[in-house]
């Protein structure tokens, strides 16, 4: 064998075995799939006209678990989903009670937690920043310590706290520096991350990427697609409507994403979709993609 046919069957040989490894642990990890769940605001407005029936209809197109937002103000949510059979592992929740806290003892996020607790939650999860609590990465440090003080407390009571991103925690600040640098760099172990790949790929990083670089610090994903065109990198959350897609409909591969996240140790996966003319249509495509993965 000539050097060149050595270096190509070499080649051929280590692509062949690095996709047999992908799809092993794509089987392995099955659990992802077989236990998917959904995050709630993708379906925002079907609940507020049907909570009961849009929870069992969610429930009869395979979803097995949900994510609620506003918590702890969502007992409709709360309750459509145990009658429809459909498992709480955790929710979005007013971010306030730690982003600005109005005590010390941050009391109100102290509630939040004894209330997910009695609901069964593991996972309690910090969703959203506004513009005025993100203009500086002393902001980001402020509440880097705000979330390792929660961190602490929630996980006295048996619950992970994490944070939601978006896109805008990723832009160069001073120096170069992202919000996104702060928190990695900042966060207790008690506090890990629930990864948003739309919005990590909207800001133009590698979700798969980001993913094994936290490993063992992301606690789960929100899996969503990204409409082919989007210039990226975009550090605004004011995207076109048509930006969202369901999986498999645009730019982001969820293969690998899916591979990484067993690898580093992901609970849980979320579908999200926060724009769509037919909520419902929607996430049922979502979930018959991820099945045929």
């Known amino acids: 064998m000539n050097r060149r046919t050595f270096i190509r069957t070499t080649a051929m040989t280590s692509v062949a075995l690095s996709q047999t490894e992908n799809l092993f642990a794509l089987e392995a990890e099955n659990a992802f799939r077989k236990n998917i769940g959904i995050q709630l605001y993708t379906l925002r407005n079907e609940l507020a006209k049907d909570p009961g029936g849009t929870l069992k209809q969610i429930a009869a197109d395979g979803y097995q678990q949900v994510e609620p937002f506003g918590f702890p103000n969502c007992d409709p949510l709360i309750k459509g989903a145990k009658e429809a059979g459909l498992q709480l592992n955790s929710t979005h929740f007013e971010w306030d009670a730690v982003i600005n806290p109005k005590d010390t003892a941050m009391s109100d996020f102290a509630k939040i937690v004894e209330k ?4 069964g939650f593991s996972n309690l999860v910090i969703p959203y920043l506004v513009d005025g609590d993100r203009k500086t990465l002393d902001h980001y440090k402020k509440i880097a310590e705000n979330a390792n003080k929660a961190a602490a407390m929630a ?58 670089k936290l490993s063992g610090r992301v606690s789960q994903l929100h899996l969503k697609d990204l409409k082919e065109g989007i210039a990226t990198p975009s550090y605004v959350t004011s995207l076109p409507n048509d930006a969202f897609k369901e999986l498999g409909n645009g730019i982001i591969p969820m293969e690998p994403i899916l591979v990484a996240a067993k690898a580093a140790g992901v609970k849980h996966c979320h579908v999200e979709q926060d724009q769509s003319p037919d909520a419902l249509a929607s996430v049922k495509q979502s979930i018959a993609y991820l099945r045929k993965l």
């Open 155 to 212: 996980k006295a009571a048996g619950i992970q706290l994490s944070y939601h991103n978006h896109n805008f925690e990723f832009q160069p600040m001073e120096g170069g520096k992202t919000g996104y640098d702060i928190f990695m760099a900042e966060f207790s172990p008690d506090m890990q991350f629930e990864i948003d790949v739309f919005w990590v790929k909207a800001a133009g990083i590698d979700p798969s990427a980001l993913i094994k």
């Open 116 to 119: 997910a607790k009695d609901v």
